[in-house]
């Protein structure tokens, strides 16, 4: 008898839930560390739960605390084009990694989708994302 594997997605609370003690490695690749747990499932049957943890990249971290420490010394736009009259440029306010931002659990993917406007706003002022900023000012609520 074959049987077929279902794949859940737990909320952030349910995979809070489960004890540190409970989580087992299995393994890692360039970017994420992999883990699983058993659990038992409100219907009594037991389930596998895998987790993957992204690696922070110690190397970007080094530089974006660099240049938040360097550019809070600084007005927001200052040698920007707006000191010369000019039109207001685009601000690098923070260099995050693709599997951070679009992490199912912490990222924008789920507000993105259900249509909100904000999102990256939102994802910019969480503190999941503060490691990963360049710039403390100008992030507005």
Known sequence: MTSRLDEIQLTAEEG?????????YVGENEDYWHYEADV???SGLPAIVRRKTYKDSAALLSVN??????NSERR???GMGSDKDGNMPMVHTASIPLAVYYDPVHGIAKRQAAGDRD???WFLNSEYAKPFLVREKGLRK
């Not at 809070?16 to 087992?24: A, F, V």
């Not at 605390?65 to 360097?70: P, Y």
């Open 65 to 70: 605390e660099e240049l938040r420490k360097a």
């Open 119 to 121: 999102h990256l706003r």
């Open 40 to 42: 038992t499932l409100p």
């Open 76 to 78: 927001y736009t200052s």
């Open 16 to 24: 809070n839930s489960i004890p540190d003690s409970s989580w087992r």
